[in-house]
């Protein structure tokens, strides 16, 4: 690039840094209104302001784009891109940088998108980076205003084919018993790089050259099939404030579990779950046999999930039982991620796509399930409970979730997907066997204050929507980081791969039962 110590008009390094520094603090001075709330946000969103400034001070001489200094910086951040950005998931913020180089020249933006595409083209790149590649494709086409799309049709259709392709990825596990070659869903199948940009001062930059995604209401996508009617909503709405629960007869289902049983059951009358903010309750009906699943999907592989919630319900209902299949689904809200929107639209896909005849009866989600509380959008109901001996659906909120709150909630924080948690035919709930290793640097979060966990986890990814999270999420949180620093490993709870069996016991607690 440039010589060291000066820039092409003969000034020094280090005037112009000076120079981009006052150009910088005169023209984007921060009101009261542009200060991210938490410091850590703060800064890095003042970084972002300077290293964009200072990639436009770069490639604009005398307000003239200089193609020979643009290409040469182009070249360097492709190669930071390639080296970091491209394989960490879920990175936030600082992939923008090429996103807002590319920017000032369509060949710029041409020459990305073929380099990602030479990433997914080529088989020796890890299946991981192809993916993560494809993302960014789909993802740049849809959010780059400079880009004339239709010219690059064929490209996103590449990138949706190349995901739904490698959605269920074959990955080998360790364990006492020796390796296993087990299909997980696709961790990256949610990953949408070029999110809406959360920083506020660098945003203005961003802003003018960011396709803002339209939503399609989901009042609207129902179609013939399924009219999504509002009624239902709020006729659930209204039945709150949330009905407690007796533990007695609950079966408590957490994030990513799912749990199906018939009225004959006789450890179990009501399957609930609670806290869902961006993530759904999803309830399955039969009306002849009562077979009923209830599941809590956050959208981490909503297309996979979906069959195996009709599964448990119809392997509970005999072929010749009258009857149909009602749904009920429930959570997320009007979130500025869209978050919620998006698991709204993917559910009422993939169960319109289910070769059942499977009709809507409850649909109180995203803007439907949506209140503005001093300015914020939050969910109005957070927590249901379904009695599977009369088939009544209720508001619910659970001082119990057990058995084994902390492992199960260690399952999921560790990357476990979807599991059914319950054997209707024997009344015995079931959990794992699951894997995780050893991570001693999750302990940071032990020693900071519920305001900066709430904060970070915008950026960590540990929450989608941290501001209206229930009161004791990040005590909850805490909890499971301190049950996983206990217990590094998890061979320990699972001895040769078996299972935690727990069987209701007289008194109505889960009592554990020996592997037979």
Known sequence: MLPRGADGNGASQEECLFDMDENVSNSSSPSGGDVMAHVVADRLDILMMVLLAYIKDICYVN?????????????????????????????????????????????????????????IQSPSNPAVIRQSAAGYIGSFLARAKFLP?????????????????????????????????TTNSNPLDSFFPFDPYLLKRSGKMIQPIYQVWEEVSVCDVGGAKWPVQKDSAKVFRDRLPETAVDTKCLLYVKQREFAATTPSDCSVTVLGSDDATTCHIVVLRHTGSGATCLAHCDGSSTWSEVPLIVKAVRSLTKSTEEGRLELHLFGGFDDERHTSHKLSLNLL??????????????????ELNDIVVEGIHRPVVYGIGVNVKTGELFPATFSHRGPEDDLRSARTFTGGQMANVYDSSREVVTIGPCNWSPNLDIGFWLAQDDETILQFCVFQYMSTSPQVEPPHFVAHMKATIQFLLENPNSEAFFPEGAPRLYQRTSEGLWERQAVR
């Open 149 to 181: 799309v239709l010219k690059y049709q064929l490209v996103l259709c590449y990138a949706i084919i190349e995901r739904n392709n490698r959605q269920l990825l074959p990955v080998v596990k360790s364990s006492l018993g020796g390796d296993s070659v």
């Open 349 to 366: 896909a993939a169960f319109s796509k289910q070769n059942e005849d499977i009709h809507l009866e409850t649909c109180c989600i995203t």
């Open 63 to 119: 307000g003239m784009l200089e193609l020979t200094r643009t290409k040469e910086l182009y070249q360097d951040l492709v190669a930071v891109f390639d080296k970091l950005i491209l394989p960490t998931h879920a990175s936030c913020h600082v992939q923008y940088v090429i996103f807002y180089l590319c920017s000032f020249r369509l060949g710029l933006a041409e020459a990305f998108l073929e380099h990602l595409w030479k990433k």
